[in-house]
């Protein structure tokens, strides 16, 4: 693989480092803001928050934390557009809400689908060894 030396290998650790550590920081948020994600949760109509905001808080903090070290790259990505695929539409949908929400709304919704891209590319790359990581793998 091209990534394998080089500025390559120095730029896919870079972008794992920035990608995953702001995902397993949000997914940390979960945790440190329980109350909050559950009551916005709730809002949004998920069914079992108190249970869900948990779940999806360990998802986004072993996603973000496996793209960062190279550790299951493949189940950790796959996990994370798993993630974004059930929970973009339902948690921001601004085609529902007030105008007053909506620009909030659809930035949110574009994040998530940009996050969603590139958890797609590292899935892609999963299947491969990446230099400076752990390389524990099931594939």
């Keep these: 693989m091209v990534l394998e030396n080089g500025p390559g290998a120095e730029l896919l650790l870079a972008g794992r480092i920035l990608f995953g550590l702001v995902i397993a920081f949000t997914g940390l948020n979960h945790f440190?803001?329980?109350?909050?994600?559950?009551?916005?949760?709730?809002a949004k109509g998920v069914p079992a928050a108190s249970l869900a905001i948990p779940l999806s808080g360990a998802v986004l903090l072993l996603g973000g934390l496996g793209i960062v070290l190279g550790v299951f790259p493949v189940?950790?990505?796959?996990?994370?557009?798993?993630?974004?695929?059930?929970?973009?539409?339902?948690?921001?949908?601004?085609?529902?809400?007030?105008?007053?929400?909506?620009?909030?709304?659809?930035?949110?919704?574009?994040?998530?689908?940009?996050?969603?891209?590139?958890?797609?590319v590292f899935l892609a790359l999963g299947v491969s060894s990446w230099p400076y990581a752990m390389n524990l793998s099931l594939f």
């Design 32 to 42: 440190l803001d329980m109350e909050g994600m559950i009551g916005y949760a709730e």
């Design 75 to 120: 189940l950790a990505a796959a996990a994370l557009v798993a993630f974004f695929v059930v929970v973009t539409p339902k948690m921001h949908d601004f085609w529902n809400v007030p105008e007053e929400q909506k620009e909030g709304e659809i930035n949110s919704f574009l994040k998530n689908v940009g996050l969603l891209g590139a958890s797609l």
